[in-house]
């Protein structure tokens, strides 16, 4: 199958339900409004998920690290 006849199959293969005018379509979603609770809670879980990785990470480190200075 030669070159042309792959991107006419290919071209011709896809049907969009909606005007594609550039290489992605954005529905507009219109006035999102605040939700100040869920920024609280989601910034809350994010430190805490965060001091919890440090905190399990750091022992393997510093025993690396350990291992490595009394070599």
């Known amino acids: 199958m030669g070159r042309e006849k792959r991107e006419q199959t290919r ?5 969009l ?3 594609k005018t550039g ?15 869920y920024s609280a809670v989601k910034r ?4 805490t998920a965060s001091a ?4 399990s990470c750091v022992p393997a480190v510093l025993s690396v690290w350990a ?3 009394a070599a």
């Open 11 to 15: 071209s011709a293969a896809v049907i």
């Open 67 to 69: 291992c490595w200075r």
């Open 52 to 55: 919890l990785a440090l905190a």
């Open 17 to 19: 339900p909606y005007e």
């Open 44 to 47: 809350t879980f994010d430190i």
């Open 23 to 37: 290489e992605h379509y954005v529905e507009p979603l219109g006035d999102i409004g605040d939700k100040p609770a």
